[in-house]
């Protein structure tokens, strides 16, 4: 898909991987970056990536999009029921998003902005920057099985980081350093009490391999090791999710 900015560069650009409520966290590290005198100017964003980066690309401050989406508690945004091709819905994500950022379509954002979906019917992914913003977010964040995919202009698209975890790939060209975020390390020792869980653990080790060789892709990896001990559906720990976020990234050296 052709790109709205051409030739322009950014100084700074901010891919958000995927890790469901480890995007706390992202929300941590960019309030860190912003202390350090460090905001985006060109975000890309999958799954939890996807809908931080629309709330912040939209000009909200990372302390507005956590009390946010704490207040809402984003369990909230999980509707359970039972639809013919997903198990869980994210209707509420859906209403959440429509009710919180005035913009309907990518290109109307203060900030460019990236969605990244996977095309379930082709195999292939695919970096957006314009086109309906709520409908392609919550697209990239439907893990596959557990959500049921969203179906755009006859396409079928399901969780962005499907084929690309830490989306660096469209911001490469347009930005003077580019930050990638990996809020996914993987914990050995969680234990699997139920099929959501062991659906959840299948997916995160399937991308994985998605963000091999990242570091030759990009000018800096923000990774808090730490949190691999938080489940990635495990809404309880928001304050603490976010805190390992910050500390880390604020006590990173960082000259970009």
Do not use: W
Not at 139 to 147: D, E, G, K, T
């Amino acid at each position: 898909m052709a790109t709205l900015f051409g030739k322009k560069k950014f100084k700074t650009g901010i891919a958000l991987g995927g890790g469901g409520v480890r995007g706390f966290a992202h929300l941590g590290i960019l309030q860190a970056l912003e202390e350090k005198g460090i905001k985006p100017d060109i975000i890309s964003g999958a799954s939890a990536g996807a809908i931080v980066g629309a709330y912040i690309a939209s000009g909200k401050s990372p302390l507005e999009v956590f009390n946010l989406m704490k207040d809402q508690k984003l369990i909230d945004f999980v509707m359970v029921k039972f639809p013919r091709t997903g198990l869980l819905s994210l209707d509420r994500l859906h209403n959440s998003l429509a009710d919180h950022i005035e913009a309907n379509d990518l290109k109307e954002l203060p900030t460019p902005f990236y969605v990244t979906v996977s095309d379930i019917i082709n195999g292939r992914v695919e970096y957006i920057n314009k086109g309906p913003l709520v409908k392609l977010v919550q697209a990239s964040s439907s893990i596959p099985v557990l959500f049921a995919p969203v179906e755009i202009d006859g396409n079928l698209y399901s969780d962005g980081g499907l084929f690309d975890n830490v989306p660096v790939e469209p911001l490469r060209g347009k930005c003077k350093k580019i930050i990638a975020v990996n809020i996914s390390p993987i914990n050995k020792t969680e234990k699997l009490k139920n099929l959501i869980q062991i659906a959840a653990r299948t997916f995160h080790l399937s991308v994985e391999s998605t963000i091999r060789g990242l570091e030759n892709k990009c000018d800096l990896i923000i990774a808090p090791p730490e949190l691999d001990k938080f489940e990635i559906l495990d809404t309880s720990k928001a304050d603490e999710i976010f805190d390992v976020g910050y500390e880390y990234c604020k006590n990173m050296e960082i000259d970009i």
